[in-house]
């Protein structure tokens, strides 16, 4: 089983709307079981009381208009031992993948990449956060979603 961690600044767009849209594209590609995905932040900024803040809104419409739901997820911060649970850590921007390697401390299994890497044009996800454009955001977290699973079938890492 290969282990995912999406990771953006908050947990509360970019990373669970790829967590949501690997998930969908794993069970269409008939991998579910083949592969455990989870997101994550690098701050704690929507972490209250011990307990994370819920996929803001427009994060939550946009999973939603493409059938695709997220209820229940909640906001949670990478924490050093996520190094260890997982095979794969990616982050949806520079200043992520800057945060992953302080947290963990560096990348000494190469575990750390960014969504785009798996594209033709690597690069940041955009962030809707500052944009307001959850179209953008949508169009990269997909095509990295399915450049990552082309990766992982031509890796060996999961079979259809």
């Given amino acids: 089983m290969v282990r995912i961690l999406f990771v ?10 790829a967590e949501f849209v ?8 008939g991998v579910s079981d083949q592969l455990y995905i989870e997101s994550a932040a690098t701050s704690s900024e929507e972490i209250w009381g011990g307990k994370g803040n819920p996929v803001y809104p427009p994060a939550r419409k946009i999973l939603k208009e493409h059938g695709i739901d997220c209820g229940g997820k909640r906001a949670y911060q990478m924490q050093r031992s996520d ?9 949806m921007d520079s200043e992520n ?29 955009a ?12 169009r990269d ?3 990295g979603c399915a450049g990552l699973m082309r990766y992982l079938k ?7």
Avoid: Q
Avoid at 127 to 138: C, L, M, N, V
Avoid at 154 to 160: A, F, H, N, P, Q
């Fill in 8 to 17: 953006c600044h908050g947990n509360i767009c970019r990373s669970p709307i």
């Fill in 22 to 29: 690997m998930k969908d594209l794993a069970a269409r590609e």
């Fill in 83 to 91: 190094y260890g649970r997982f095979d794969m850590l990616i982050g």
């Fill in 97 to 125: 993948l800057w945060n992953m390697r302080r947290m963990t401390g560096d990348d000494p299994d190469g575990k750390i990449s960014l969504l785009l890497d798996y594209t033709d044009r690597p690069g940041d996800v």
């Fill in 127 to 138: 962030d809707p956060w500052y944009t307001g454009d959850f179209r953008a955001t949508w």
């Fill in 141 to 143: 977290v997909t095509e």
């Fill in 154 to 160: 031509e890796k060996g890492l999961v079979r259809s």
